[in-house]
């Protein structure tokens, strides 16, 4: 079975860190561009970051570059975002995604909450 | 970044029949590639997105016949032939065509 399954979310204070992770399994995920994706509570759906199949290339949203780092192990078939000095606004469920182009591919999210 | 606009924002319907949604992008999708990179997401309530249509007009997996993507460049439009009780929550458009990708505002599709 095609999955991607988040972890990593949690409650953290202004400032602090957190590192999400996908594990992905049922399709040969080094063959892919993966992608971050996330949803504040009751808005729409903001890309955040994607990286290129060998690692190569990889791109972050203004709002979180100099912040966030996404990454990729595909000798573990995992997604990773390195998330530190978060803020409020960057609370929302955080979603796996497969592809940049046309994503196919959702995991069921990880919520990160950023609060005091 | 490319902006994508959608209407409407809240689209009530009546189960049986047709509904479209539109969706504008502030540039041209069309890659150098030749496709043009506009895709179309189904949101149900308390669900992931699921991807209905890409490249435009070509459904994703297992998604019905009922939904249809057409348009080229900047102008967009899916079409529910009758919408289904399950076809009801929120769509996205987004576009593949440029960094960074961009998501339309999302129209809700609800009971009239």
């Known amino acids: 079975e095609v999955q991607l399954v988040e972890s990593g979310g949690g409650l953290v204070q202004p400032g602090g860190s957190l590192r999400l992770s996908c594990e992905t399994s049922?399709?040969?995920?080094?063959?892919?561009?993966m992608t971050w994706v996330r949803q504040a509570p009751g808005k729409g759906l903001e890309w955040v970051a994607h990286?290129?199949?060998?690692?190569?290339?990889?791109y972050h949203v203004d709002s979180v570059r100099g912040r966030f780092t996404i990454s990729r192990d595909n000798a573990e078939n995992s997604l990773y975002l390195q998330m530190n000095s978060l803020r409020a606004e960057d609370t929302g469920l955080y979603y796996c995604?497969?592809?940049?182009?046309?994503?196919?591919?959702w995991g069921q999210g990880t919520r990160v909450t950023v609060s005091s | 970044d490319v902006v994508m606009t959608q209407s409407p924002v809240s689209l009530p319907v009546t189960l049986g029949q047709p509904a479209s949604i539109s969706c504008w992008s502030s540039?041209?999708?069309?890659?150098?590639?030749?496709?043009?990179?506009l895709n179309w997401f189904q949101q149900r309530p308390g669900q992931s997105p699921r991807l209905l249509i890409y490249?435009?007009?070509k459904r994703g997996s297992g998604v019905p016949d009922r939904f249809s993507g057409s348009g080229s460049g900047t102008d967009f439009t899916l079409r529910i032939t009758r919408v289904q009780a399950e076809d009801l929550g929120v769509y996205y458009c987004?576009?593949?065509?440029?960094?960074?990708?961009?998501f339309g505002q999302g129209t809700r599709v609800e009971i009239k």
């Open positions: 995604v497969r592809g940049a182009y046309g994503p196919d591919l």
């Open positions: 049922g399709f040969t995920f080094s063959d892919y561009w």
């Open positions: 990286i290129k199949q060998d690692g190569t290339e990889r």
């Open positions: 540039q041209s999708l069309l890659y150098s590639d030749g496709n043009t990179y």
């Open positions: 490249e435009v007009s």
């Open positions: 987004m576009q593949g065509a440029h960094w960074p990708r961009t």
